[in-house]
Each structure stands twice: as structure tokens, then as C-alpha cells.
T-cell receptor
């Protein structure tokens, strides 16, 4: 059974803080993704990675960076958190050879920036 | 205009009802189409893929109309456990098979 875990379910940070969100998957998937989900907007892709040390910008990368030093781990970094980054953050992984390109999601981290 | 658009609902239906959701997409070069289901405060999970010929999985039927660029999901004999948000998902024509998500349609099935 595929498992994607995220380091925190809930997080409260102050404006200007550096924030790290960690994601780990145990299925040896090549692809990993970070999304944010906001009411009425759906899931929007922030960054994705198709291999270790590789990263690609998604649709809304501004204010974020990522790190993928190991295949199973993909980190999202908010260099200087702002209130408009308050959101639900979802990590996902997939295999390029997987059926339907199915993405497996972690449980999400609800981040509040005050 | 959003790349994938859905009626947000909510659709409030009694148990046993048949309910249909539609979704439209703007990129005619889109390759593949899916429905994901997201329960309240949970992560999205793949429900089913959508084929041009239409496909059925138990009480669920998905259809694709490429000419009109819309996708539908039909749920027959609704159960309380079907209450969730249904996300329409399209794979863009760009590289890396990025998924483009609609904002979701909320379904509430009541006794």
C-alpha cells in the first residue's frame, strides 16, 4: 500500500519565518509534487520533481522553493512566510510507469501564517 | 478562464437518487481525464479514469465528450458514503504529465 506522509498536520507560523514542510513516500516513486489547496481554487501545483536533485516550477512557484536530496523525500520551503501563504499544502507522488499516472497524496498540512 | 471548470455545488440529494456532475476543460490538446474523490479533511484519491468510449465502475459512470470538451460523472443509487467532493482532473498536453485539477463539486447525500 502506497504511503505518503507529511511532517505536520497543522502548523502555525509568524510572518517572515522560514517554514519547512517535509514529505516522504515509501513506494520508490520518481515523481513528487507539492500543491496548495484553497477554497474555490482547487489544487494548484507549486513545484514538482521527476528525479533526485531535479525540480520544475509549477503554476504558482513564487515565494516557495523545494529540495529533493533523496528519492523518497521532497521538501517545500517558504523562505519568508506571508499571510497569503495560509493554505492547505498537499504532497503527492507518482510513478511515470504507473497506471493512469495516478498520484498518491499525503494527508496534507494546514499552515496558518499570522 | 480556468483550465478546468466545475459547478461547485453543493448537490444535496436523498439516498437512492441519481446525480450527475459535469466538468469542462479549455485545452483541446488535453490527453487524459480522471475523477478524484476527496472526503472532508482528507486527501484526494483516484476514483476512476475517463475514456472516450465511456466507462463504468459499479454505480459510477464516467464519460468524455472531446468535441464539446466536457467530462461527466454519473452516480446511481447514491449512498450516504458517497458524500464527498469530486474533483475533475485533466492531464495537460505539456511535459511530465502534470495533472490540472478542477476546484471540485461537493455532494451531500442525506437519509
Amino acid at each position: 500500500d502506497v504511503k505518503v506522509t507529511q511532517s505536520s498536520r497543522y502548523l502555525v507560523k509568524r510572518t517572515g519565518e522560514k517554514v519547512f514542510l517535509e514529505c516522504v513516500q515509501d513506494m520508490d516513486h520518481e515523481n513528487m509534487f507539492w500543491y496548495r489547496q484553497d477554497p474555490g481554487l482547487g489544487l494548484r501545483l507549486i513545484y514538482f520533481s521527476y528525479d533526485v536533485k531535479m525540480k520544475e516550477k509549477g503554476d504558482i512557484p513564487e515565494g516557495y522553493s523545494v529540495s529533493r536530496e533523496k528519492k523518497e523525500r521532497f521538501s517545500l520551503i517558504l523562505e519568508s512566510a506571508s499571510t497569503n501563504q495560509t493554505s492547505m499544502y498537499l504532497c503527492a507522488s507518482s510513478s511515470p510507469s504507473g497506471i493512469f499516472n495516478e498520484q498518491y497524496f499525503g494527508p496534507g498540512t494546514r499552515l496558518t501564517v499570522t | 478562464r480556468k483550465e478546468v471548470e466545475q459547478d461547485p455545488g453543493p448537490f444535496n440529494v436523498p439516498e437512492g437518487a441519481t446525480v450527475a456532475f459535469n466538468c469542462t476543460y479549455s485545452n483541446s490538446a488535453s490527453q487524459s481525464f480522471f475523477w478524484y474523490r476527496q472526503d472532508c479533511r482528507k486527501e484526494p484519491k483516484l476514483l476512476m479514469s475517463v475514456y472516450s468510449s465511456g466507462n463504468e465502475d459499479g454505480r459510477f459512470t464516467a464519460q468524455l465528450n472531446r468535441a464539446s470538451q466536457y467530462i461527466s460523472l454519473l452516480i446511481r443509487d447514491s449512498k450516504l458514503s458517497d458524500s464527498a467532493t469530486y474533483l475533475c482532473v485533466v492531464i495537460s498536453s505539456g511535459g511530465y504529465n502534470k495533472l490540472i485539477f478542477g476546484a471540485g463539486t461537493r455532494l451531500a447525500v442525506h437519509p
